[in-house]
């Protein structure tokens, strides 16, 4: 099972900047996508960036306008998000999957427990 921790949440004016890390350990070898989702209040969860092809470029959500990016180490993976706006607010997820054929990855099934972000006006 993989185990993911998220870190590096917290409460940001609007303009601001957060760095989300995560870190994945437990059953795990080195190929694995990971990738960050979002859910604010009463909303469904939504993919942030998040890899479709593990020797591509991931896939950006159109709300980020070039405001955030990821990189991973190792077993860490990192959102930079810049120029937060208050519609950011969320809670942030980290997921991993597994590659499968093709170098595509799979199902995102191995979840954090998120980390919350809120940006005021």
């Known amino acids: 099972q993989v185990r993911l921790v998220e870190s590096g949440g917290g409460s940001v004016q609007a303009g601001g900047s957060l760095r989300l890390s995560c870190t994945a350990s437990g059953d795990i070898d080195s190929n694995f996508c990971m990738g960050w989702f979002r859910q604010a209040p009463g909303k469904e969860r939504e993919r942030v960036i998040v890899?479709?092809?593990?020797?591509?470029s991931p896939e950006y959500a159109d709300f980020i306008e070039g405001r955030f990016t990821i990189s991973r180490d190792k077993n860490t993976l990192y959102l930079q998000m810049n120029s937060l706006k208050p519609e950011d607010t969320a809670v942030y997820l980290c997921?991993?999957?597994?590659?499968?054929?093709?170098?595509?990855?799979?199902?995102?099934?191995?979840w954090g427990q998120g980390t919350q972000v809120t940006v005021s006006s």
């Open positions: 890899p479709v092809h593990s020797l591509q």
């Open positions: 997921a991993a999957a597994r590659i499968m054929g093709g170098d595509y990855c799979g199902r995102y099934l191995s």
